[in-house]
Nanobody, 119 residues
Framework: VQLVESGGGLVQAGGSLTLSCVAS????????MGWYRQAPGKQRGLVAS????????YYADSVKGRFTISRDNAKVTMYLQMNSLKPEDTAVYYC?????????????WGQGTQVTVSS
């Protein structure tokens, strides 16, 4: 599975951005996808995730009510709509996919896209 993110950029506080993650390869094996972010000097953390089976979603407390995760019907493109952005949302955002292979879970990452929110 290959993942390519896009949509990052520079935005003022209060603004909006939409990130996209396009999956290719063995997309039929994807069970769930998620967005992670990593700010300078901090660990990478989960922002939001969505499962294939029931479109069940999860959001980190810090983004609830501001960010929305979604996928297209083919389940190969995932989006993260980010509203009311804050300077503390500044980070590199990564897409991750979880697949089921050989009886176990495998994880794939995209290359990341930079989001910078100015105050």
């Amino acid at each position: 599975v290959q993942l390519v993110e896009s949509g990052g950029g520079l935005v003022q506080a209060g603004g909006s951005l939409t990130l996209s993650c396009v999956a290719s390869g063995s997309t039929f094996s994807i069970l769930a996808m998620g967005w992670y972010r990593q700010a300078p000097g901090k660990q990478r953390g989960l922002v939001a995730s969505i499962e294939n089976s029931a479109d069940k979603t999860y959001y980190a407390d810090s983004v609830k009510g501001r960010f929305t995760i979604s996928r297209d019907n083919a389940k190969v493109t995932m989006y993260l709509q980010m509203n009311s952005l804050k300077p503390e949302d500044t980070a590199v955002y990564y897409c991750r996919a979880r697949t089921r292979e050989n009886g176990g879970n495998e994880y794939y990452w995209g290359q990341g896209t930079q989001v910078t929110v100015s105050s």
